[in-house]
């Protein structure tokens, strides 16, 4: 995440930095969305974030960070999504984030032309755990199979839950960053395949190198130590129809 | 000479320097599934494969329901896997009755220290229940872990007073506070009382912190600590080992601060 927080102060909040953290981790890309889309305005913030990738485009450097864009229904006067939000994201997103507890909607059919739309472009949907109810989830996948929606922030309490839509459902993802549980991820290999997860951090909340040690210590083959450090991200990426 | 982030980042076992675990568990728990095997047995293969030497160890039986019977499985680990588990004899306040002769068993068996979780138990760390225990911990100059939080049960900020009055005693504050808000009166805590240190585990623990902790106190008192196998226990390791601090501050906290500790007990 780039940008400024209400409490705590993060231990970065600009481009520049996350760059610098990444270099110092050996990490060569990242999705990225902005604090301002979450916690002030989606599209206040998703133009910021833009304006910020824009702002580091030095040695091809901007390339590292790809845009997520928070969205949030009816945003607009007109629409539930306007014409304009959806050719943006289109074109130019390489996830979407959303935040239904915080932002008050509903994960669910309630929204049902932008997960129609969302699904027809096969664009990722990070949502993160505290945002939702598993029913709403549990509906919102089965009735959208082809959209690719990734749990975040879970924690490791989550098992109960994630491993019964793991079962259910394909189109359901883990990323790793707080998924702390103890031989979890071994966990998740051995009985869904290292396909439904993908690396992440949660910087500048807190920083890599918990994750990064997990993965790379984790008792897997290399083969899926790879899928999920970039294999199963870079996939979900690749099919996006733009 | 490789550095300790190298190791890591070519996912080395790191051997060559003392690594104590000053926050471990053993056992199940209810509210998750713990997939790795979370028996004594288990903690000591992903324990040798990361370079653990040894774990200041506490049941989660014992944070629950049943102090008693989860002493028991940690006396057990103690006596299969001489060394490798310095056992923490964990008490339930909620059970005055039974504290003292708990820990006379327990420490006559050879735990090394105390553990509370004044949070599970529910029970404010300022209670008047608690107070055998500091006694009995200052008379043994032991070690106590204690869970701490940012709330009204075990903030770090309720400690400072039992630090003064009991000095020969030395507490590890747990997971520092857990928040933010409890880092940053886990610091001010442990910065101002020699007895007084700062245990590092918990979700929202960072790099980031572990610097601030380091130079707002001193690298003489922050203890590693995981939670294992509550938590996978390579999420600190992996926190300690790439933060932006030299190698002889990690080897400090990793193992030498602990080990210092456990001497003067």
């Known amino acids: ?158 098992c109960r839950f994630l491993f019964t839509l793991f079962k259910k459902y394909k189109n359901f993802y883990l990323e790793t960053s707080t998924f702390f549980s103890y031989e979890g991820i071994e966990e998740v290999c051995k009985k869904f395949g290292a396909e439904r997860m993908v690396f992440a951090t949660r910087m500048p909340f807190i920083d890599p190198g918990g994750m990064l040690a997990r993965i790379i210590y984790a008792d897997i083959t290399e083969e899926e130590k790879q899928l999920i450090a970039r294999g199963n991200i870079e996939r979900l990426i690749s099919e996006i129809r733009r | 000479m490789v550095g300790l982030k190298e190791k890591a980042e070519r996912g080395e076992k790191i051997d060559d320097i003392l690594i104590i675990d000053a926050h471990a568990h053993m056992g199940k728990w209810f509210n998750f599934p713990i997939y790795g095997d979370p028996s004594a047995k288990g903690m000591v293969r992903l324990m040798d494969r990361l370079g653990v030497s040894k774990c200041l160890v506490s049941a989660h039986l014992s944070i629950g329901p049943d102090f008693h019977e989860g002493n028991e499985i940690i006396l057990k680990a103690m006596q299969d896997f001489p060394g490798r588990f310095l056992g923490m004899c964990t008490i339930n306040p909620n059970y005055p009755q039974e504290m003292l002769q708990e820990l006379e068993l327990r420490f006559r068996q050879g735990f090394i220290g105390i553990k509370i979780h004044p949070s599970t138990h529910n029970y ?118 790439f933060a932006p601090l030299s190698d002889e501050v990690k080897k400090k906290i990793l193992g030498l601060n602990i080990e210092r500790i456990l001497k003067k007990s």
């Open chain 1, 1 to 158: 995440m780039l940008g400024k927080w209400h409490a705590p102060k993060l231990y970065f909040d600009s481009a520049r930095e996350l760059l610098s953290e990444m270099d110092y981790h050996n990490i060569e890309k990242a999705l990225v969305f902005h604090s301002l889309a979450w916690q002030y305005d989606p599209d206040t913030g998703n133009r910021k974030l833009l304006e910020e990738i824009e702002n580091v485009n030095s040695k091809g450097m901007h390339e590292r960070l790809l845009p997520v864009f928070v969205i949030a229904p009816w945003n607009t006067p007109s629409e539930m999504m306007d014409g304009e939000s959806t050719k943006e994201i289109r074109t130019r997103a390489y996830a979407v984030r959303v935040f239904p507890r915080d932002q008050n909607f509903l994960f669910s059919k309630w929204l049902h032309p932008v997960l129609e739309f969302l699904e027809g472009i096969r664009m990722p949907v990070f949502i993160n755990y505290d945002q939702v109810d598993f029913r709403d989830l549990d509906k919102v996948l089965a009735s959208y199979p082809e959209l690719p929606v990734i749990i975040s922030n879970t924690g490791y309490r989550i």
């Open chain 2, 124 to 241: 404010p760390v300022g209670g008047k229940n608690y107070c055998p225990v500091w006694e009995f911990a200052q008379e043994k100059k032991a070690i106590v872990l204690s869970h701490t939080w940012y709330d009204g049960i075990c903030s770090p900020r309720l400690f400072a007073g039992i630090a003064e009055k009991y000095p020969a005693l030395r507490i590890l504050l747990g997971h520092s506070g857990g928040v933010y808000q409890g880092y940053e009166e886990a610091i001010e805590v442990a910065a101002k009382y020699e007895n007084v240190y700062l245990e590092i585990c918990g979700s929202e623990f960072s790099g980031y912190w572990l610097e601030q902790m380091v130079s707002k106190t001193s690298p003489d008192k922050v203890i590693y600590g995981t939670d294992f196998p509550f938590h996978d226990p390579r999420i600190t390791f992996g926190r300690v080992l």
